[in-house]
Nanobody, 124 residues
Framework: QVQLVESGGGLVQAGGSLRLSCAVS????????MGWFRQAPGKEREFVAA????????YYADSVNGRFTISRDNAKNTVYLQMNSLKPEDTAVYSC?????????????????WGQGTQVTVSS
């Protein structure tokens, strides 16, 4: 298994931007598809974005499509989530996840390893 550590969360005003990073331990990062999920207080965890192991295929939730961009740097064992035009409803704990395979799923159950999460708060 791999270890995942997120960073980059914080407090931002509506309309602002943040970039989340997820550093992954181990030398097999390029064998994992990666995803980002979020969970707001009182709500279930929801899919945000995912990327294939070579970065060529990406998936987004409808709620973030066009505002968020997932990317990865396999040389740095890191996956990113660039979040633009943030809205108060984007407030949540954001977690990255890893799944062995070429293409990522969009369900939490598809992923094998998880980070602890980083808080993103968007003020109105």
């Amino acid at each position: 298994q791999v270890q995942l550590v997120e960073s980059g969360g914080g407090l931002v005003q509506a309309g602002g931007s943040l970039r989340l990073s997820c550093a992954v331990s181990g030398r097999t990062f390029n064998t994992y598809a990666m995803g980002w999920f979020r969970q707001a207080p009182g709500k279930e965890r929801e899919f945000v974005a995912a990327i294939s192991r070579n970065g060529g295929i990406t998936y987004y939730a409808d709620s973030v499509n066009g505002r968020f961009t997932i990317s990865r740097d396999n040389a740095k064992n890191t996956v990113y989530l660039q979040m633009n035009s943030l809205k108060p409803e984007d407030t949540a704990v954001y977690s990255c996840a890893a799944e062995v395979g070429v293409l990522p799923g969009t369900e939490a159950a598809d992923f094998d390893s998880w980070g602890q999460g980083t808080q993103v708060t968007v003020s109105s």
